[in-house]
């Protein structure tokens, strides 16, 4: 399994980001993605999730109304929509499937900073 997480960088408070991940190794279509993020100096968190079929998704209440997760089973990606940043969004970004429980990619860092 891989997944790859990109997007991430500089944004102003306020701002919008929108991450990739692109999974390859496994049968995207069968298994739940998710965001987490961790921040420096805290545990690793969800941040939301996406069903494999149907409508079904999580969020945070952190998140809730600002960060929208989706997904493009025919390029086996999952996104993650991010708007009406804040400071305290600060965190390396990783997308996780339910297919290896304990695979991490390398993640994506995001900044948001005036």
């Known amino acids: 399994v891989q997944l790859v997480e990109s997007g991430g960088g500089l944004a102003q408070p306020g701002g919008s980001l929108r991450l990739s991940c692109a999974a390859s190794?496994?049968?995207?279509?069968?298994?739940?993605m998710s965001w987490y993020r961790q921040a420096p100096g805290k545990e690793r968190e969800l941040v939301a999730t996406?069903?494999?079929?149907?409508?079904?998704?999580y969020y945070a209440d952190s998140v809730k109304g600002r960060f929208t997760i989706s997904r493009d089973n025919t390029k086996k990606s999952v996104y993650l929509q991010m708007n009406s940043l804040k400071p305290e969004d600060t965190a390396v970004y990783y997308c996780?499937?339910?297919?290896?429980?304990?695979?991490w990619g390398q993640g994506t860092q995001v900044t948001v900073s005036s």
């Open positions: 190794g496994f049968t995207f279509s069968r298994y739940a």
């Open positions: 996780k499937t339910t297919y290896a429980p304990d695979y």
């Open positions: 996406r069903a494999s079929t149907g409508g079904y998704t």
